[in-house]
């Protein structure tokens, strides 16, 4: 019974996260109340404060679970990952988590934003995740690692939503060739 | 007296554009009201449909005048333009105009956004603006202009975005070295 018990909490738990991840990237982290998400993964809506305390641990769990797939595919080992490193970032323009981001973005560039820091840390743990995968000696001369990832994680945040306002008027497949052609040889080489 | 009259109508248009075009950065465009801008602006709020017809009609006039400076630095011919091109580039990663494309991108992503088409107009005349700028003959093989375009709007949303929720992990000067070392011979040289 316990283990029956536990199951089902982590079914609701797994729900609530689902639930929270599309309402907050179809209407924003602010206009999204306990009320929506209970209502959409159907479950009390008491349970929430009980799993998560408050909305921000909500967003905290969303944020975890959402990401660590990304974060995972990016941080393998060269060796363990099938396929051209270049398009697997163009696959993460493409992943609907990216609306997510997107969305919770431009709450969290306002000064006062609850979900800032946690924006920040998100940003900050792609960034190491896509540091980790560059050698040092692939860099050209004048350029640190840090810089060299911001502007890569920067362009794929930069093509996605241009991509995503405008599909029709951005070529993914160009943009990827573009990409390979500027990036350091072992970097954009499959 | 009728000179009179259209300076006032001038001042009161220019008011009410530059009131929207904050409360849209600070509250996205969905959230700001007439009232809002109206009380902003100083203006009665009748006036508003009289000048731009509706919520839309003001937005576009916003975007209009905002970007309009953006693009004439970035469009002018190089000899015009005084200093490093990289360095304008960085420049328009901190312009405070920026903050109003990141809120409004959030918007604009809905499928069923009002904004989507106008915000679709906007980076179109951005990379219009960039690519028009790119010498065909600097580009590398197998890079089309219009993908590359994509690619570095994209890193300037994109390093902007990464900037603006965190301003300390991310050293815009450096970014700008690395940038430098990316671009073709004739693109990132002063």
Known sequence: MATRRIQRTEE???LLVTAAAELFAEKGYRQTSFIDIADRAGIS??????????????????????VQGVLTGVAAPAGERPGDPLDQVMGFIRL????LFITL?????EGDSPIR??????????????RARIPAQALPAGTTPE???VLLVGAVIGVHAQWRVAPEAVDLDAVRDAMRTLLPAGLGQA
Request: net charge positive; no cysteine; aromatic share 8%.
């Open 117 to 130: 820091e946690h924006y920040a840390r998100l940003h900050a743990a792609l960034r190491q995740a896509v």
């Open 12 to 14: 609701s738990r797994r």
């Open 45 to 66: 809506r008491g349970s929430i404060p009980w799993h998560f305390g408050n909305k921000l641990g909500l967003l905290e769990a969303v944020l975890d679970e959402q």
């Open 147 to 149: 810089a060299f990832t």
């Open 105 to 109: 973005l431009a709450e969290a560039v």
């Open 96 to 99: 609907p988590v990216t609306r």
